[in-house]
């Protein structure tokens, strides 16, 4: 019984250190600007109610905007072959999290991107992809979670 106890807080052990390691060895990805570079926006939700508008949106429904087939693909999945549009995501060591629409054919392709994290009131956003003229417009889709529905018109 002892030996089965040992087993499983050493398993416990290591899978906490792993987790942890992982945590904080995610950073941006490289088509990201350094986050000191990114003007921050204020939101007066909080941190997860912004995710979870982002990551639950119903965006699969809405028009035939390049965003909204991707995320009728398979949100914060890549689908498993062919073309299509997919939302790549992260956490980062200070909880922040990234978003980013790419395509499956060309990965390397950011289409558009966020950068959310904890603030003192709310959630700071900051935004990829996106011309400072559309960063209001940003502003709003995020609070309005269509965000990626709106990837499209925001990136013009």
């Known amino acids: 019984m002892s030996s089965r106890l040992t087993s499983l807080a050493i398993a416990l052990l290591c899978f906490a250190s792993t ?5 904080e060895n995610q ?6 600007p350094d986050r000191a570079d990114l003007e921050t926006f204020p939101i007066a939700l909080s941190l997860s109610a912004v995710n979870r508008r982002i990551t639950k949106s119903g965006c699969g429904t809405a028009n035939d905007d390049m965003s909204a087939l991707g ?5 914060l999945t890549r689908p498993s072959g062919g073309d299509g549009l997919y939302v ?3 956490r980062l060591a200070d909880g922040a999290r990234w978003y980013a629409m790419r395509n499956t054919s060309e990965p390397d392709i950011l289409y558009c991107g966020i950068v959310v994290s904890k603030a ?3 959630t700071q956003v900051s935004f990829v992809g996106v011309p400072q ?3 209001q417009s940003a502003v ?7 965000f990626f529905c709106k990837c499209k018109q925001l990136s013009r």
Request: charged letters at 20%; glycine letters at 16%.
């Open 120 to 122: 003192d009131q709310g």
């Open 19 to 23: 987790s942890a390691t992982g945590r």
């Open 88 to 90: 790549d995501k992260g």
């Open 27 to 32: 950073v941006l990805p490289a088509d990201f």
């Open 71 to 75: 995320l009728s693909s398979g949100l």
């Open 140 to 146: 709003a889709a995020v609070e309005a979670g269509n």
């Open 133 to 135: 003229r559309n960063f």
